[in-house]
């Protein structure tokens, strides 16, 4: 059988890389070139949330420019401790929506399955930083019973904790136990490995994903064009056969892509790489991430430009996540 997967190339070993990923500040102040006393709060802020990244994702940082895009979205910073009203540990009431460990079932005919706390990058912004990832202990039978309870469920999403810093065997149990229940058609994995660690895109996940019954949907995330680097353009591409659909979502953040011109440059370059933007996300109002926010009116704005400068299909929905919702909520 010639598999989706045939047109993949021997990668790197990605759980070396991951091993390997930088995790203490000063470290990260030498390898970005930039004077640790230049970067106060840092230590401060790491004991809220842990910094982590590869090096594969810091060598696309310019050395020793503190305001850099790629480096803000990595680097703890003193702002994180600022109380903000409206901010809090949980904006989005996801430990709500838990009907089981692991599960968040929020929206008709898709559940949402988190198997992992840990992730190859640590997002300054993300929501989940506050999460209780300890009480997620997930166990596939009460996966499978749940699934098998609810006939409307046609997709199953695997999202952060990073999904794909799942080995390739746990992974294989996962689509499984999916493909034992007779309802899903859908697995849709969110996951930022392919941007951070593009070879995690090996050729055993291509088959894994590219032989499975399942419609496969992979939603990568990135924010900035620089995040595209050459060897992600190329791990891209050639994983696309192995998909249904390969989207990208990102969010909108301070200081980092909330201008037109930049998101735009991203939509085409993720295009090069095969990949269509699918969400421009609001922030999540999650404690510590307030100097990260856009405020409505300014992201209606940009995203208004951004219709003026690429084709529809290039232009990604803007959207908040708004509690109790029925889905993600349009701004536009
Ligand atoms: C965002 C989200 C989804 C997926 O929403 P789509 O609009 O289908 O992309 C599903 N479940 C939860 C809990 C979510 O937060
Ligand atoms: S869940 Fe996604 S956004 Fe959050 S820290 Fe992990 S990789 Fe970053």
Redesign the pocket.
């Known amino acids: 059988m010639i598999t989706r997967s045939r047109r993949i190339v021997q990668r790197d070993d990605w759980t070396r890389q991951l091993r390997d990923a930088i995790g203490d500040p000063d470290a990260l102040a030498d390898y970005v070139r930039i004077p640790r006393n230049q970067l106060p709060g840092m230590r401060d802020a790491n004991r809220l949330f842990r910094l982590k990244a590869p090096l594969s994702y810091l060598d696309r940082i310019d050395k020793g420019n503190p305001d850099d895009p790629l480096l803000k979205q990595i680097l703890p910073v003193g702002a994180e401790a600022t109380r903000a009203a409206g901010f809090s540990p949980d904006p989005?009431g996801?430990l709500a929506?838990s009907p089981r460990p692991g599960i968040?079932?929020?929206?008709h005919g898709?559940?949402?399955l988190v198997m992992t706390g840990a992730c190859a990058i640590h997002c300054r912004y993300c929501f989940r930083r506050n999460f209780p990832y300890r009480d997620q202990q997930v166990d596939l039978e009460a996966v499978r019973a749940y699934l098998t309870a609810h006939a409307e469920i046609h997709?199953l999403?695997l999202?952060g904790g990073d999904p794909l810093t799942l080995l390739n065997t746990r992974l294989a149990e996962l689509i499984e136990m999916l493909e034992s229940v007779p309802h899903p058609r859908t697995l849709r994995i969110h996951s930022r490995l392919p941007i951070v660690l593009p070879d995690r895109l090996d050729a055993a996940l291509g088959r894994l994903l590219g032989d499975s019954r399942l419609k496969i949907v992979l939603v990568v995330h990135a924010n900035h064009p620089r995040e595209l680097a050459p060897d992600v353009t190329v791990a891209l591409r050639d994983f696309r056969p192995c998909c249904d659909a390969l989207l990208n979502q990102s969010v909108l953040l301070r200081g980092v892509n909330d201008d037109a011109d930049i998101l735009a440059e991203l939509s085409h370059r993720l295009f090069g790489a095969g990949v269509l933007p699918?969400?421009l996300h609001m922030l999540d109002k999650a404690s510590g991430t307030a100097h990260f926010a856009v405020a409505e009116a300014t992201a209606s704005d940009i995203h208004r430009r951004l219709r003026a400068l690429l084709p529809g299909y290039l232009v990604p929905r803007l959207v908040s996540?708004v509690s109790g919702e029925a889905?993600?909520s349009p701004l536009f």
């Open positions: 989005v996801d929506a968040i079932h929020k929206y898709r559940a949402l997709e999403i999202s699918y969400y996540e889905a993600k």
